[in-house]
């Protein structure tokens, strides 16, 4: 592509096997994309859920539904607490209560509930990882002490998007095993997109993705899926080695999903410790990151409706256009 002009490291090679010397839609085989969605999905996520950036987590009382259970939560005085949102008492909506003492009292007739059990009703474990805050959920599937997430960048900046989309995990973790249709998609967003490594566990790809207009920069990243709910973009080699996109599948019920995606960014380049270092452009970069990452998924949102909807035997038309649908994007 003759018009762009590269920021970065110089265009290496876009063809180096013989695999990547194909037509894009020979090379996305449904076949090989359902294997190493099969082996993903074998991994098991240890009982782990993701249910936004713990900045968003728990300062107010919140809702959450994973996996057909309502859910609250809330901060006490040591951390995160989530909770079945239903009243041990009587059954009351717990995220319509308020916080007093750091324990969430319910709406109705004034229960007080904390760290302790009480009945039946007792809270869930949760982690997190210093960007999101997790849950645990029994009875699922073999429990792990602790979620399994990529080691990040120690310097960096994040931000982090979270969007409903109608479908189940396979279908987004799915979608991120089909790079092919990058270019084809999100014309937009990547230039150039050529896969150079394939196995069912890790994939390999070089990529150009616009910065603005005709300026882009060509990285070269892996996609891999550390358990059965989550798929990791890591930069390889390239400007922003070490940067991470993880986005995260979380079941809301049997056929809403919530996808939370973490944005990782590091530099090599002298000056990037300091910037990373003001919380300002801290913030300033999270609009940005998250911007980027809501309108890609805003589209990739449609893609995995339509490969949910496909499999439910509806035959609806998803015809939506991505500008119809980017309200739902935070
Ligand atoms: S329903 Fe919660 S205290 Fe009665
Ligand atoms: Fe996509």
Redesign the pocket.
């Given at each position: 592509m003759r018009d762009l002009i590269h920021i970065g490291r110089r265009p290496q090679p876009q063809a180096v096997a013989g695999l990547s010397h194909e037509e894009d839609w020979k090379q996305a085989s449904p076949a090989r994309i359902q294997e190493a969605l099969r082996h993903a999905m074998a991994k098991g996520a240890g009982g782990w859920f993701v249910l936004d950036a713990s900045s968003r987590v728990g300062h107010t009382l919140q809702r959450f539904e994973v996996s057909g259970r309502e859910l609250v939560a809330w901060r006490g005085p040591s951390g995160l607490l989530v909770a079945p949102a239903a009243?041990p008492?009587?059954?009351?909506d717990l995220s319509c209560g308020s916080t007093r003492d750091g324990k969430v009292v319910?709406p109705?007739?004034?229960?007080a509930l904390g760290e302790a059990r009480h009945g039946a009703w007792a809270p869930l474990r949760t982690y997190e990882d210093g960007i999101l805050s997790w849950v645990q959920i029994p009875g699922i599937e073999p429990l792990t002490d602790a979620p399994v997430h990529p080691i990040r960048p120690e310097k960096s900046l994040a931000g982090v998007i979270r969007m409903e989309v109608r479908c189940e995990p396979q279908d987004v973790i799915a979608n991120r095993l089909d790079p092919w249709h990058g270019v084809h998609f999100h014309p937009h967003s990547f230039a150039k997109l050529r896969v150079l490594e394939e196995s069912p566990d890790s994939i390999l790809l070089r990529v150009s993705y616009r910065i603005a207009g005709r300026i882009a920069m060509e990285v070269d990243a892996t996609f891999d899926c550390p358990s059965s709910r989550v798929i990791v973009m890591t930069i390889v080699r390239g400007e922003g080695e070490g940067s991470l996109v993880e986005t995260h599948a979380t079941p809301i019920d049997t056929a809403r999903c919530a996808v939370i995606e973490a944005t990782v960014a590091t530099s090599e380049r002298s000056g990037f410790l300091a910037f990373a270092r003001s919380s300002l452009i801290k913030r300033i970069m999270a609009y940005f990151i998250e911007r980027r990452a809501a309108r890609l998924w805003v589209e990739d949102a449609m893609y995995a409706e339509r490969t949910f909807a496909l499999r439910q035997g509806e035959f609806t038309e998803i015809r939506q256009r991505p500008e119809a649908l980017r309200s739902r994007a935070p």
């Open positions: 009243c008492h009587m059954g009351a319910c109705w007739h004034g229960l």
